[in-house]
T-cell receptor, first 110, second 114 residues
């Protein structure tokens, strides 16, 4: 049973545009929501994370928006660059195990 | 500083053989995790260690899978009698503050069972 649903599966954005990836969850006990970035042949790298007591967190060009009542959260990448082309995973955790979405393959075209 | 390291980076084995995958966590990190990444199943949690103890082994796919951690540091994931469905990338992660800490992943071991 997929506890975190992620969309879209793939995304193409022009350089300078905004990339938006969405995730939804069911388990209201989740208390930590990270996003990971993964390049081919590498392990996932922690990008940014949020806890449910805030609705938004921004780090540089990356922003998480969190809607507790809707049980949804999203990643916004502002001024997307070709170097941002990677697979992005959302995740949710209560306790120790991260529950991952299926991933979004982002391609930023020049 | 050094991140999580895993070895080997690639492993090709024949069906029925046993394999051992190694993880060296970030120095000082008390918690260690194993995940599996496959095309069909995405990223799946396998097992968590706090120190040398694994309080929950329910994520291991079958009794052919086992893991241990010694000295609160290095961990080994062992797969016995490998099957083709075991082919995947096995990822290790570690965190500083136990289960509540941010998890940092290694590069993974790509296992191919022929």
């Amino acid at each position: 049973q997929q506890q975190v649903k992620q969309s879209p599966q793939s995304l193409i954005v022009q350089k300078g545009g905004i990339s938006i990836i969405n995730c939804a969850y069911e388990n209201t006990a989740f208390d930590y929501f990270p996003w990971y970035q993964q390049f081919p042949g590498k392990g996932p790298a922690l990008l940014i994370a949020i806890r449910p007591d805030v609705s938004e967190k921004k780090e540089g060009r990356f922003t998480i928006s969190f809607n507790k009542s809707a049980k949804q959260f999203s990643l916004h990448i502002m001024d997307s660059q070709p170097g941002d082309s990677a697979t992005y995973f959302c995740a949710a955790k209560v306790g120790y195990a991260l529950n991952f979405g299926k991933g979004t393959s982002l391609l930023v075209t020049p | 500083g050094a991140g999580v390291s895993q070895s080997p980076s690639n492993k090709v084995t024949e069906k029925g053989k046993d394999v051992e995958l190694r993880c060296d966590p970030i120095s000082g990190h008390t918690a260690l995790y194993w995940y599996r990444q496959s095309l069909g199943q995405g990223l799946e949690f396998l097992i968590y260690f706090q120190g040398n103890s694994a309080p929950d082994k329910s994520g291991l796919p079958s009794d052919r899978f086992s893991a241990e951690r010694t000295g609160g540091s290095v961990s080994t994931l062992t797969i016995q009698r490998t099957q083709q469905e075991d082919s995947a990338v096995y990822l290790c992660a570690s965190s500083l503050q136990g289960a509540k800490g941010e998890q940092y992943f290694g590069p993974g071991t790509r296992l191919t069972v022929t």
